[in-house]
T-cell receptor, first 117, second 116 residues
Framework: NAGVTQTPKFQVLKTGQSMTLQCAQD?????MYWYRQDPGMGLRLIYY???????DKGEVPNGYNVSRLNKREFSLRLESAAPSQTSVYFC????????????????FGNGTRLTVT | AQKVTQAQTEISVVEKEDVTLDCVYE???????LFWYKQPPSGELVFLIR??????QNEISGRYSWNFQKSTSSFNFTITASQVVDSAVYFC?????????????FGKGTKLTVNP
């Protein structure tokens, strides 16, 4: 059971370079998310996809683009990396099945540590 | 707008002490959902508990317990007889969405260190 898989685990970029963070889940979940975690800031939502074919902005979308390639995959792209995008990026997914009036919890990947110099 | 405040940035205790992590939330909705996640030093995020706004019953799971009080907009987390393995950053989170997980808003986290 792989769950949510993120690649790469670590990446160093120079200012202005571009890259795509990959995320795939094998739990047949409808919704997928990208969060960033900065020291002392908790996790902040960048973009999310409630279902295949849809994407929406979260709290901090500037400088990022996303693609929901299919139900399994949700990628995050930095077109022109900036030092302010140095962070740990987490992908997450969740299903839409409820249990006893409780929402399904987010399942997180192990994160991608990105440094922009 | 929804907001989660974890006023305790860092807490340090000695093993076997009880410790309570505070979480205060703000929301305009009558239907909302609250979560706690744990992030150990290895970095992964581990789901601990979820609760909807209509269920104010406290919950106990082993050494962990949660106290939900709508009157004070709080969802506090207590670890009884803490252990070194409890050392982690703990996040409280809130969602207003119908699905319950969309746009989950996290607090800034409380770093708990349990010393032997």
């Amino acid at each position: 059971n792989a769950g949510v898989t993120q690649t790469p685990k670590f990446q160093v970029l120079k200012t202005g370079q571009s890259m795509t963070l990959q995320c795939a889940q094998d739990m047949n979940h409808n919704s997928m998310y990208w969060y960033r975690q900065d020291p002392g800031m908790g996790l902040r939502l960048i973009y999310y996809s409630a279902s295949e074919g849809t994407t929406d902005k979260g709290e901090v979308p500037n400088g990022y683009n996303v693609s929901r390639l299919n139900k399994r995959e949700f990628s995050l792209r930095l077109e022109s990396a900036a030092p302010s995008q140095t962070s740990v990026y987490f992908c997450a997914s969740t299903g839409s099945i409820w249990s006893a009036s409780l929402p399904t919890p987010l399942h997180f990947g192990n994160g991608t540590r990105l440094t922009v110099t | 707008a929804q907001k989660v405040t974890q006023a305790q940035t860092e807490i340090s205790v000695v093993e076997k002490e009880d410790v309570t992590l505070d979480c205060v939330y703000e929301t305009r909705d009558t239907t909302y959902y609250l979560f706690w996640y744990k992030q150990p030093p290895s970095g992964e995020l581990v789901f601990l508990i979820r609760r909807n706004s209509f269920d104010e019953q406290n919950e106990i799971s082993g050494r962990y317990s949660w106290n939900f009080q709508k009157s004070t907009s709080s969802f506090n987390f207590t670890i009884t007889a803490s252990q070194v393995v409890d050392s982690a950053v703990y996040f409280c989170a809130l969602s207003e969405a119908e699905g319950g997980s969309e746009k989950l808003v996290f607090g800034k986290g409380t770093k708990l260190t349990v010393n032997p």
